[in-house]
């Protein structure tokens, strides 16, 4: 049985992030239920070079082949799909991660509104004690931000901000989304070859 993991992109910068990762959770064949908001689908057409169709169901087979998933490993979701697995504690997935992150979601977890699926899959995780990770990409952090991740952390969830390191000495812009790819996965339980870890070789 396939281990099934939820990942949400909202409208903060970073769709590389959540695009890489994507790609790696099917190439460790688990299976994918992705979330995307408005804002999410603006970023990718912004800021990478995919013609994102705007069909719910073209954008699954659009992804699908674009990163070999099987049948049935990639599924999307619509923003009010109430009767989607991740919208219910009785049949949702055991981890979530949030990447990127905005900080209208974080501020919506935080205060434990469900406007939208992203939203309630969030509350769910929360209130089930499932593994939830939230990755931020936002700078400067105001107060508000800061308050809310301490919140969310405070409930379980872990906030894992897009802060790519660079003692790999990093040739390319892809090995800065790879280390904090790499640190998400990790944090999954996933193998992973993307970064070595500190002191291996």
Request: some cysteine.
């Amino acid at each position: 049985m396939p281990r099934t993991i939820t990942l949400a992109m909202t409208g903060a910068s970073g769709a590389q992030y959540g695009l890489r990762l994507l790609q790696c959770l099917l190439a460790a064949d688990c299976r994918v239920y992705l979330l995307l908001s408005s804002a999410a689908e603006v970023v990718i057409r912004t800021e990478t070079n995919l013609d994102l169709p705007a069909n719910l169901e073209q954008q699954q087979l659009f992804l699908s082949q674009r990163y070999s998933a099987d049948d049935e490993q990639l599924i999307l979701f619509g923003r009010d799909d109430w009767f989607s697995p991740v919208a219910s504690g009785s049949s949702s997935p055991t981890s979530m991660v949030i990447c990127p992150a905005s900080g209208g979601t974080l501020s919506s977890i935080a205060s434990g509104a469900s406007n939208n699926l992203i939203e309630r899959a969030a509350d769910v995780a929360l209130k089930e004690r499932r593994q939830l990770i939230v990755v931020p990409r936002e700078t400067p952090y105001s107060a508000i931000h800061l308050e809310n991740m301490l919140k969310i952390t405070q409930l379980g969830a872990m906030v894992l901000p897009a802060s790519p390191g660079f003692y790999m000495q990093p040739d390319r812009v892809e090995d800065l989304v790879d280390f904090v790819v790499a640190r998400i996965l990790d944090q999954l339980g996933l193998e992973q070859d993307l970064m070595p870890r500190w002191g291996e070789d």
